[in-house]
């Protein structure tokens, strides 16, 4: 995707491999810039500390976490140690735990002094293979926005077509293209008419931070809105669908996505709007059926909630405190959202029902 017309990924190889360059997104939007990750800690502090964040892309670096952690040693035992400290970091986005599998099958059966190599390109291919997975969710997508766009009311068929987003899921949160804001990108230039309702997705904001710096960048129309303005907008038909990522979706079709989608589903379905989500198979956790019960849900640091990060009016990027001194915060990260309240998945094998049949159908279990 773009930044001020250069095409760029989030994540990639430089010094030979011997080092992976990511975008620290902790500075956006405010500041552009990358940062090196020469080691397993790096790459695992990058992940814990969200320099890098979005289930696909927490894949990828895991990934090449492990082909740094190998570089150092290749061994049995480091090899598993760098494995389970890469897992800790985020508990619930499921493509961490799928791509670090993937890794290390690829390289256990191999001898030590060949690991490493294996690892830079496996974890090369999951990158690869994710920016063509997110394109083709992009294509899906933008063929549900045409069609619900020849559907709606003659009163609105000749304005932008408005779609409401929470969070961020964009190229930011994939290596490119992203997995809901895909399906945008591809209307925007395919010419289709668009506006972004942009949820600023307290509390860290990646809406009002990462999504907007994103669709600013690639010229889409766009507003940012409070979390809670979601449910007005659709009760005065200013939203013609909804669309959001995931970070781990159930066999059944249960969806875990940044706190505050549960809320955003509710008010579609008593508002009739159609609810879309936007995933990549690597997102798919086919071991749990109930995503309530089942799905870990990471709890993070109080002071997200307690603080809040921008810039002021001399330009420099500080924190301040938004709370009493000595009120409680309770931050967790992400809530479930029901398979039934869900219109449909988009994946890159096409739109399925939220369910075990629907799913079933398209990855054939």
């Known amino acids: 995707m773009n930044i001020d017309g250069t095409p760029w990924r989030t994540i990639g190889l430089e010094e030979g491999g011997r080092s992976v360059w990511v975008i620290d997104q902790t500075l956006l939007p405010h500041r552009f810039a990358t940062r ?109 926005f045409q069609q619900l766009a020849a559907v709606r009311p003659a009163e609105r068929r000749h304005g932008p077509f408005n779609v409401l987003t929470h969070c961020n899921a964009g190229w930011l949160a994939t290596v490119d293209w992203g997995t809901a804001l895909a399906p945008i990108y591809k209307a925007h230039r395919a010419g ?60 059944t079709g249960d969806v875990c996505n940044k706190i505050g989608t549960y809320l955003k589903a509710l008010a579609a379905h008593d508002n009739g709007v159609p609810f879309y989500v936007a995933l990549p198979a690597s997102t798919i956790d086919w071991t749990i059926d109930d995503g309530v019960a089942g799905i870990p849900i990471e709890a993070r640091s109080a002071e997200e909630v307690t603080h809040i990060q921008g810039r002021g009016d001399a330009g420099g990027i500080s924190a301040v405190q938004l709370t009493p001194d000595g009120s409680a915060s309770f931050n967790p990260a992400f809530d479930v959202t029901p398979a039934r309240l869900v219109t449909g998945l988009i994946t890159e094998r096409g739109v399925a029902p939220a369910s075990a049949a629907g799913l079933g159908a398209l990855y054939g279990r």
């Open 192 to 251: 289709m008419p668009i506006h972004v309702w942009v949820d600023e997705t307290r509390p860290r904001n990646q809406g009002a931070s990462l999504t907007a710096f994103e669709l600013g960048r690639e010229g889409v129309p766009h507003t940012v809105i409070v979390d809670n303005a979601g449910g007005h907008l659709m009760q005065h038909g200013q939203v013609d669908a909804v669309i959001v990522g995931s970070d781990r979706t159930t066999a």
């Open 36 to 144: 090196s990750l020469t080691s397993l800690e790096q790459a695992a502090e990058a992940i814990r500390t969200m320099v890098v964040r979005g289930a696909p892309l927490i894949g990828v670096t895991g990934a090449y976490g492990l082909m740094l952690a190998l570089q150092a040693d290749p061994s049995d035992g480091a090899l598993q140690a760098a494995f389970e400290q890469l897992l800790s970091t985020r508990p619930t986005a499921v493509n961490l735990r799928w791509a670090l599998e993937r890794v290390r099958e690829r390289v256990v059966p191999l001898p030590p002094e060949q690991r490493a190599a294996a690892a830079q390109q496996e974890a090369g291919l999951i990158a690869d293979e994710d920016v063509a997975m997110c394109e083709a969710i992009g294509e899906h997508g933008l063929a549900i």
